[in-house]
C-alpha cells in the first residue's frame, strides 16, 4: 500500500436481543462515541465517515444519509457499503484503502445492525431462486446443514465435535461484557437443543443481535503521534465465488474453495509458510458451528478432514496454542452489519493487550481476521502489534 494504516480507536456496544431503549441513531452513537473517546479524538478531527449495514434487514433505505445525527457525518465526506455478512470487514478495508491512498489521514468506520426492527430470517429466505437456491431457505439453517452432513460423511466428524465449537464459543462470551448470548451449557445441552435441519441444532447457530461497533484508522503519522497503541493493518484479502459453482456442499472438492484462496493470497503478501506460527489467535466469522470446523481446514491451521480434531483436543480454546474466536465469536453475538469489523476490533483488543478477561494467555503480536457472508464471500485481514512484526 502507498502508506501504512493503523487502527488508533475503537468501541462497541452491548449487544442483545432487544435495544428498546434506543433507536438506531442512537444506538450508532454509542459506537462512535466509544471510538472518538477511545482516539482521543473530537468528530471534528475525522476526515472520512463509512457506514456498514444489511439495511434491508431492518427495511429502512439509504441508512446513511438518515442517520448522521448518530454518525457525525453530516457535512462529511462518506459512504454507504453493504456486503452481506462481510459488510464490517469490506468497511474496514474500504477505510484502509482511502488511507492508503492518500485521500484521507483519518477514517471513522462503522457497523451496525438493528435486527429487532426488522425480520432478517424473512429476507434471507427470500433472497435465492426457491428451486436452485433453496439450500438458502431457513436464514440459511439449509445450507448450513449440507456444510455439516457433507462434513461428517468426509471425515468422519459427529455431532458431538460440533456441540463442542458450541460450548467453547459461549462459554468464552460469558467472560466478553459485550457479547450477546453468554450461555453457561455443556455437550450435552448442545446436543439436547432443539434440531432445525439435521445435524443443525438450535445451538450450532448464531443469534440475531442488536448493536454497533466504530473504528479509526489513521495515517503512519497521525498513529504515531496520536496514538499508545496503533494496531496496523498488515494486509487484507478478498475472494468471492457464487453458492452453484463453489460451495459447501463437497467438502473434499478438488476445484479452488472461495477461503482457501483467499487465505494464500493474504499468506503470500506477507510471506506466512505456517499460519499456526505466524499468527497468535484467529478471529474467525463462524455463523454455524460447522463452519468453524471448515475454517480451520481452509486456514491452514490443521490437514483437511482434521479440522474436528482440533477442537477435540482442546487446541483452540481460549488458553490453547491456537486461541479462535477468544471474544466468543458469531455463534455468541450477530449485529450482522457489524459482526465482521467485531472481529477486527476483538483480534487489534487482543494485540494490544486490552481484551480483559478474555484476552489469551499467550503473547499476541499478529492476528487473522475474517469476514464471511453471502453464499460464498470471504474478507481477510492480518493484523499486527508493529510494523516489523
Same mark, same amino acid.
Given at each position: 500500500?502507498?502508506?501504512n494504516v493503523a487502527i488508533i480507536g475503537g468501541g462497541?456496544?452491548?449487544? /442483545?436481543?432487544?435495544?428498546?431503549?434506543?433507536?438506531?441513531?442512537?444506538?450508532? !452513537?454509542? /459506537?462512535?462515541?466509544?471510538?472518538?473517546?477511545?482516539?482521543?479524538?473530537?468528530?471534528?478531527?475525522?476526515?472520512?465517515?463509512?457506514?456498514?449495514?444489511?439495511?434491508?434487514?431492518?427495511?429502512?433505505? =439509504?441508512?446513511? @444519509?438518515?442517520?448522521?445525527?448518530?454518525?457525525?457525518?453530516?457535512?462529511? &465526506?462518506?459512504?454507504?457499503?453493504?456486503?452481506?455478512?462481510?459488510?464490517?470487514?469490506?468497511?474496514?478495508?474500504?477505510?484502509?484503502?482511502?488511507? /492508503?491512498?492518500?485521500?484521507?489521514?483519518?477514517?471513522? @468506520?462503522?457497523? %451496525?445492525?438493528?435486527?429487532?426492527?426488522?425480520?432478517?430470517?424473512?429476507?434471507?429466505?427470500?433472497?435465492?431462486?426457491?428451486?436452485?437456491?433453496?439450500?438458502?431457505?431457513?436464514?440459511?439453517?439449509?445450507?448450513?446443514?449440507?456444510?455439516?452432513?457433507?462434513?461428517?460423511?468426509?471425515?468422519?466428524?459427529?455431532?458431538?465435535?460440533?456441540? =463442542?465449537?458450541?460450548?467453547?464459543?459461549?462459554?468464552?462470551?460469558?467472560?466478553?461484557?459485550?457479547a450477546h448470548l453468554k450461555l453457561d451449557i455443556t455437550?450435552?445441552?448442545?446436543?439436547?437443543?432443539?434440531?432445525?435441519?439435521?445435524?443443525?441444532?438450535?445451538?450450532?447457530?448464531?443469534?440475531?443481535?442488536?448493536?454497533?461497533?466504530?473504528?479509526?484508522?489513521?495515517? &503512519?503519522?497521525?498513529?504515531?503521534?496520536?496514538?499508545?497503541?496503533?494496531?496496523?493493518?498488515?494486509?487484507?484479502?478478498?475472494?468471492?465465488?457464487?453458492? %452453484? &459453482?463453489?460451495?459447501?456442499?463437497?467438502?473434499?472438492?478438488?476445484?479452488?474453495?472461495?477461503?482457501?484462496? @483467499?487465505?494464500?493470497?493474504?499468506?503470500?503478501?506477507?510471506?506466512?509458510?505456517?499460519?499456526?506460527?505466524?499468527?497468535?489467535? %484467529?478471529?474467525?466469522?463462524?455463523?454455524?458451528?460447522?463452519?468453524?470446523?471448515?475454517?480451520?481446514?481452509?486456514?491452514?491451521?490443521?490437514?483437511?478432514?482434521?479440522?474436528?480434531?482440533?477442537?477435540?483436543?482442546?487446541?483452540?480454546?481460549?488458553?490453547?496454542?491456537?486461541?479462535?474466536?477468544?471474544?466468543?465469536?458469531?455463534?455468541?453475538?450477530?449485529?450482522?452489519?457489524?459482526?465482521?469489523?467485531?472481529?477486527?476490533?476483538?483480534?487489534?483488543?487482543?494485540?494490544?493487550?486490552?481484551?480483559?478477561?478474555?484476552?489469551?494467555?499467550?503473547?499476541?503480536?499478529?492476528?487473522?481476521?475474517?469476514?464471511?457472508?453471502?453464499? !460464498?464471500?470471504?474478507?481477510?485481514?492480518?493484523?499486527?502489534r508493529t510494523l516489523d512484526d
Amino acid at each position: 500500500m502507498k502508506r501504512n494504516v493503523a487502527i488508533i480507536g475503537g468501541g462497541q456496544t452491548y449487544h /442483545a436481543a432487544r435495544r428498546h431503549d434506543v433507536d438506531q441513531a442512537e444506538m450508532v !452513537n454509542e /459506537a462512535v462515541r466509544k471510538a472518538l473517546l477511545d482516539a482521543q479524538m473530537t468528530m471534528d478531527e475525522i476526515d472520512l465517515v463509512l457506514l456498514g449495514n444489511m439495511e434491508f434487514f431492518e427495511g429502512v433505505h =439509504m441508512s446513511d @444519509c438518515w442517520l448522521v445525527h448518530g454518525t457525525g457525518a453530516y457535512g462529511k &465526506e462518506g459512504l454507504k457499503i453493504t456486503t452481506g455478512g462481510t459488510v464490517g470487514a469490506t468497511t474496514v478495508c474500504a477505510g484502509a484503502h482511502h488511507v /492508503a491512498s492518500g485521500l484521507f489521514d483519518r477514517v471513522l @468506520c462503522i457497523g %451496525f445492525e438493528k435486527q429487532e426492527e426488522g425480520d432478517t430470517g424473512a429476507i434471507l429466505s427470500g433472497v435465492a431462486h426457491p428451486l436452485w437456491g433453496r439450500s438458502l431457505a431457513g436464514a440459511a439453517v439449509g445450507y448450513f446443514a449440507m456444510m455439516a452432513s457433507s462434513y461428517m460423511a468426509a471425515w468422519g466428524a459427529t455431532e458431538e465435535h460440533s456441540a =463442542m465449537v458450541a460450548v467453547k464459543a459461549r462459554q468464552n462470551a460469558r467472560k466478553n461484557p459485550y457479547a450477546h448470548l453468554k450461555l453457561d451449557i455443556t455437550i450435552q445441552d448442545a446436543l439436547n437443543s432443539r434440531m432445525l435441519a439435521w445435524p443443525i441444532r438450535m445451538l450450532d447457530m448464531c443469534p440475531a443481535s442488536n448493536g454497533a461497533c466504530a473504528m479509526i484508522l489513521a495515517d &503512519e503519522k497521525t498513529a504515531k503521534s496520536r496514538c499508545r497503541k496503533p494496531v496496523w493493518i498488515r494486509a487484507m484479502e478478498t475472494a468471492h465465488n457464487e453458492q %452453484f &459453482e463453489l460451495d459447501w456442499r463437497d467438502v473434499k472438492t478438488k476445484r479452488p474453495i472461495f477461503s482457501k484462496v @483467499c487465505a494464500e493470497r493474504l499468506y503470500r503478501k506477507l510471506g506466512v509458510v505456517n499460519p499456526v506460527d505466524y499468527f497468535d489467535v %484467529f478471529e474467525i466469522y463462524e455463523p454455524a458451528t460447522w463452519a468453524e470446523l471448515i475454517w480451520y481446514e481452509n486456514l491452514g491451521l490443521c490437514a483437511p478432514g482434521e479440522g474436528f480434531r482440533l477442537i477435540e483436543q482442546g487446541k483452540t480454546e481460549i488458553g490453547g496454542p491456537i486461541p479462535v474466536n477468544p471474544s466468543g465469536g458469531v455463534l455468541s453475538t450477530n449485529c450482522i452489519g457489524a459482526s465482521a469489523m467485531l472481529r477486527v476490533w476483538e483480534a487489534a483488543l487482543q494485540i494490544r493487550e486490552e481484551a480483559g478477561e478474555h484476552q489469551v494467555s499467550k503473547p499476541v503480536r499478529r492476528a487473522l481476521t475474517t469476514g464471511y457472508g453471502g453464499t !460464498n464471500w470471504t474478507v481477510m485481514t492480518a493484523l499486527s502489534r508493529t510494523l516489523d512484526d
